[in-house]
């Protein structure tokens, strides 16, 4: 973050778009999916140009994972002594544990059952690092009456962000502009399902220097307004009917379009009211290439200056317009000159 009123923040400049993948990455003007085919095989230069509604509003997101993560390892207390049964068995932190004894496990609960059910018996672990498919026995421990595998688990994340686009066409989104990952371990949440929930913005701490600020808001629990089926780099994917979304579709620009001075961004700071405020582009990293950070900005905008102190939290995903064209999305801010 900058002293007085300018507020830095990072973004991804966009070139191509395409939702129904697995995953998706900007590279070069490609949209890539996990298996490093291009979904889209195009260049920014020559492929026809998309059209896209940009939306700037806030949602809530919930996402619940494919598999069950490791977050932490802890030493279990037995009649005997210490032990570390998840440790000694060769789990490690960011594993994701898949099967248990050749049955799927998608749930912190469905773990506990699984290790219940083992009763100190040898149980047969799945589990995921890095992508390779690793396989472990655990001998549970039993302390205080109850069967533990020593291990802390993550299956779920909830949190407000800001969608990017909706594409007209097939009813798709994309929000955040960047990947949602574990807090602990800093790696992406494998989807096993989510949905996005209508929200209000009810408050905002302001950023101030070293402190990045953050919306605060409420969410619609009565129902989901769209499910979510990606969780990658580049962000948040998912489908909706809702309307929610409708608006004026503008073109994507192309990668060359691009350019350092005015723009503005469209985001929701204040109750469920979408917004353009003024920002002005410094500079742009070509060189960096496929990654959430090659498009540098500041706040200019009095009036978001006063509202927010420029980027914070939840404003990630918010859509940058140039020149009537969508040419990015928030997706960090720098809180150090």
Same mark, same amino acid.
């Given at each position: 973050m900058k002293e007085g009123k300018s507020i830095w923040a990072w973004f991804a400049i966009v070139c191509c778009v395409?939702?129904?993948?697995?995953?998706?990455?900007?590279? %070069? @003007?490609?949209?890539?999916?996990?298996?490093?085919?291009?979904a889209v095989a195009c260049t920014a230069e020559t492929e026809r140009v998309k059209r896209l509604v940009p939306v700037g509003r806030t949602v809530g997101i919930k996402l619940f994972s494919k598999g069950v993560m490791v977050v932490a390892l802890s030493e279990i207390n037995t009649s005997e002594g210490a032990v570390w049964p998840a440790k000694d068995c060769g789990l490690e932190v960011g594993d994701v544990i898949t099967e248990i004894d050749h049955t799927s496990v998608n749930s912190i609960e469905e773990v506990?059952?699984?290790?219940?059910? %083992? @009763?100190?018996?040898?149980?047969?672990?799945?589990a995921l690092r890095n992508g390779k498919r690793m396989e472990m026995t655990a001998v549970p421990c039993l302390c205080d009456g109850t069967y533990k595998l020593g291990a802390w688990l993550r299956d779920s994340m909830a949190g407000i962000g800001t969608v990017t686009y909706f594409d007209p066409q097939d009813k798709t989104f994309a929000a955040l502009g960047h990947g949602i990952n574990d807090v602990d371990t800093g790696l992406l949440i494998p989807v096993r399902s989510g949905g996005i929930m209508a929200s209000t913005v009810t408050a905002v701490v302001r950023g101030e220097k070293s402190e990045p600020g953050q919306l605060h808001g409420t969410f619609d629990l009565t129902g989901d307004i769209g499910t979510l089926f990606a969780n990658g780099t580049g962000g948040v994917f998912g489908r909706t009917t809702s309307g929610l979304f409708d608006g004026q579709a503008i073109p994507v620009a192309k990668k060359s379009e691009a350019h350092t001075g005015a723009a503005v961004i469209r985001c929701n700071v204040e109750g469920d009211k979408v917004e353009e405020f003024t920002v002005e582009i410094l500079r742009i990293y070509p060189e960096l290439g496929d990654t959430t950070r090659n498009l540098l900005l500041q706040v200019d905008d009095e009036r978001l200056l006063r509202i927010t102190g420029g980027i914070v939290q939840g404003m990630s995903g918010s859509p940058i317009l140039q020149n009537g064209k969508l040419v990015g999305a928030v997706t960090h801010v720098c809180v150090r000159p």
């Open positions: 395409l939702a129904w993948i697995a995953s998706c990455a900007v590279l %070069a @003007g490609k949209v890539h999916t996990g298996a490093e085919q291009p506990e059952h699984q290790v219940r059910d %083992a @009763g100190g018996d040898a149980m047969e672990i799945q």
